[in-house]
């Protein structure tokens, strides 16, 4: 089992580019998260999804959209990219939602 | 707002000593707590989870406690070695979300 896979892995872009950061796990879980660590700010919540066909704000939605593909994948969208959203994206499953949860390798992301 | 707090925020011992890590949270009314472990540059790695119902969760060197009513958790890691150096963050689960604290970076000297 591969677990959470994330791609890419590091990425740079320029203000107002726009990206789309992949998730997938193998693992049939219902719920999927993304969310952002930045020094000293800690990791915060930016979407999940409890289960296949629902998706719902975190603590720091503005600036992006997700998608829940399917039960394995699940991806973040920033529609035009700004220098704040530069971070380290992680995004994370678990079996249902208060569940263990499950990290991915994490994407490197910086807006110039 | 809950508002989880791990102190310290950095840690140094000599290899061999048993490291004890601190976890406080402010609203009691959570559905479990998690402790991860961070390497540079790396994903978080799930240790322990205990339920809200629990005291303690053991797994091999490690033991986490909760005590709920005072918001407050502790992970014990015994016989340090230096594959144990890494940041241990903790996070309560409350609703739909884990709270994650800042973390304590651990250094374990050979």
């Known amino acids: 089992n591969a677990g959470v896979t994330q791609t890419p892995k590091f990425q740079v872009l320029k203000t107002g580019q726009s990206m789309t950061l992949q998730c997938a796990q193998d693992m049939n879980h219902n719920s999927m998260y993304w969310y952002r660590q930045d020094p000293g700010m800690g990791l915060r919540l930016i979407y999940y999804?409890?289960?296949?066909?629902?998706?719902d704000k975190g603590e720091v939605p503005n600036g992006y959209n997700v998608s829940r593909l399917n039960k394995r994948e699940f991806s973040l969208r920033l529609e035009s990219a700004a220098p704040s959203q530069t971070s380290v994206y992680f995004c994370?499953?678990?079996?249902?939602?208060?569940?263990?949860?499950?990290f991915g390798p994490g994407t490197r992301l910086l807006v110039l | 707002k809950q508002e989880v707090t791990q102190i310290p925020a950095a840690l140094s011992v000599p290899e061999g000593e048993n490291l004890v890590l601190n976890c406080s949270f402010t609203d009691s009314a959570i559905y479990n707590l998690q402790w991860f472990r961070q390497d540079p540059g790396k994903g978080l790695t799930s240790l322990l989870l205990i339920q809200s119902s629990q005291r303690e969760q053991t797994s091999g060197r490690l033991n986490a406690s909760l005590d709920k009513s005072s918001g407050r958790s502790t992970l014990y890691i015994a016989a340090s070695q230096p594959g144990d150096s890494a940041t241990y963050l903790c996070?309560?689960?409350?609703?739909?979300?884990?709270?994650f604290g800042a973390g304590t970076t651990v250094t374990v000297r050979a």
């Open positions: 999804s409890a289960s296949e066909g629902t998706t």
């Open positions: 996070a309560v689960h409350d609703d739909y979300k884990l709270s």
């Open positions: 994370a499953s678990s079996l249902d939602y208060q569940e263990t949860q499950y």
